[in-house]
């Protein structure tokens, strides 16, 4: 009966109040796309960024913005990060941290073309085969690489 009356009341309480009491009293977090990129000949991706922490090396991707949809966030970060395009996008995982507070959602995808250009951000991007990867790469980032290409991820078309 309580739950019904508290029910009751939230209902009619200003919309404006609920929402700010839900983002009041829930955490807060970034949210990042990335994806495991492969070429035609089977290849992944990496970025060697500048601000990224350790080696530098990982795969691409970056936060979304305000109000945009992870799947075009992702083609709009290496559109600047690297001037690539990509096809065959698929969800692959969604990770959340604690720290740094984030939701990171990765999916697969498929090259068209090759990098072009680098922003600020990027040092380099390189093609690299399952066995030559980056041995400083993050190891939670190699096991999505290798779980991506156990998926299918880097077959030929």
Sequence with gaps: MLNDFLGAIWRRTPKFLRRWTVRFGHPQFAVSAGA??????GRVLL???RFRAGSGWGMP???LEKGEQPEAGLRRELREEIGLEVTQLKLLAVRAFRKPRQVE???????RGDTD???FEIKEAVWFKL???PRS???DQLQL???AMQDGATSPD
């Excluded at 959602?105 to 090259?111: D, E, H, K, L, S």
Aim: a positive charge.
């Design 47 to 49: 970025l060697k960024h």
């Design 36 to 41: 495991v990129i492969s070429d035609e000949r």
């Design 117 to 119: 250009q680098f922003s």
């Design 131 to 133: 066995e030559e990867l």
């Design 61 to 63: 991707g970056g936060f």
């Design 105 to 111: 959602i990765v999916f697969t995808g498929r090259a």
């Design 145 to 147: 690489i290798k779980r």
């Design 137 to 139: 790469l993050a190891h």
